[in-house]
């Protein structure tokens, strides 16, 4: 997802995603406030200079209603404005409460938004069970009918698949430089069980997931599955801020758990690397969720070769997670 606007249209945005920061009636921005907004103009919404935040003048939601003149860009700036509520790691009611008419004017009333307005009135169970979904929906295309702690670790009790988890272990044999052996380094690493193993993860999310690590360079630590799952909602077009974007800041900004097998924290959420992610993935040409990617026709392939083909952007250091590339990761020579 990239935002094509005009340099009115961007900063229309801004001044709404402004209005939400300071929705308790202070003017005084907060250094998250001021990063998320100054990163979102350079990112996502290509403003050439550093946004002048203090000089952003406020706009209600049918006067940003009339600056947006497509669906896709009233979508986007719903997005945006759900994120800024978010930004300073709270669920604040008075900002979530003030994105809600901003996308009643876009007429935006997607999954997310629904998501958003009931986490501010306390309905958390029901939330976090429909980002549960909408997971699931995002990656499988249809809701199985089982829980997602139950889906996500199918190999369990006498249900291993060894044949398929040999398959995987297979790839070690591959050249190094190669997506599939890059791929079994990213598991060795990390001490993952390969798909098929008893305590592996189901290879319909595994595969897709990792592979969008191994070709991001994002390690798996806190911040780096926040900005994974970011990356991949700027790359996923279905259901990517239901399904990825607000989960991961719900579970690793926030600190509100999803599911118990991946757990909570809070405080992971960069501005600038958040934005970073987003863009990246956006621009990334092939969807390594889509149900068309065949993963095992690409794991001859040179690593680098792939990024190219798929128009991964480069990982510069600076905007990687913890500010450090994980060993198994190679920038492009």
């Known amino acids: 997802m990239l935002v094509s606007a005009s340099p009115e249209q961007s900063f229309a945005i801004l001044r709404a995603m402004r209005v939400v920061a300071t929705a308790r009636g202070s003017e005084r921005l907060t250094d998250a406030d001021r990063a998320a907004l100054i990163a979102a103009g350079r990112y996502m919404l290509q403003v050439p200079t550093p946004v002048d935040v203090d000089a952003l003048s406020d706009i209600g939601p049918e006067a940003l209603a009339k600056e947006l003149d497509t669906r896709e860009l009233a979508s986007q700036a719903t997005q945006f404005l759900a994120v800024m509520a978010l930004i300073d790691g709270t669920l604040d009611r008075a900002k979530i409460e003030t994105v809600l008419p901003y996308a009643a004017a876009l007429g935006i009333s997607d999954d997310y938004v629904r998501q958003l307005a009931d986490s501010a009135h306390g309905h958390l169970k029901w939330v976090l069970a429909d980002m549960a979904r909408r997971n699931m929906e995002s990656i499988l295309g249809y809701l199985p009918d089982v ?51 008893p305590t592996a993860v189901n290879e319909q999310f595994a595969t897709p997931h990792d592979s969008t690590h191994v070709m991001s360079g994002y390690s798996t630590s806190l911040q780096g599955e926040l900005l994974v799952s970011t990356f991949t909602g700027g790359m996923h077009p279905d259901l990517p801020m239901s399904g990825h974007i607000l989960p991961v800041i719900f579970s690793w900004h926030l600190g509100i758990e999803i599911v118990k097998f991946a757990g909570s924290a809070t405080g992971s959420l960069d501005p600038e690397k958040f934005w970073v992610a987003w863009q990246r993935g956006g621009q990334t040409t092939q969807d390594l969720f889509a149900h068309d990617w065949d993963y095992w026709s690409a794991v001859h392939d040179p690593i680098d070769e792939l990024r190219r083909r798929y128009s991964v952007p480069e990982l510069e250091q600076a905007a990687a997670a913890d500010d450090s590339y994980p060993d198994w990761y190679h920038p492009s020579a």
């Open 147 to 197: 829980s997602l702690d139950q889906w996500i670790m199918p190999y369990q009790n006498g249900k291993e698949d060894l044949a398929l988890a040999g398959r995987y272990r297979a790839l070690g044999q591959l050249p190094e430089g190669s997506f599939g052996r890059a791929f079994f380094d990213f598991y060795e690493a990390n001490g993952f069980a390969f798909p098929g193993e």
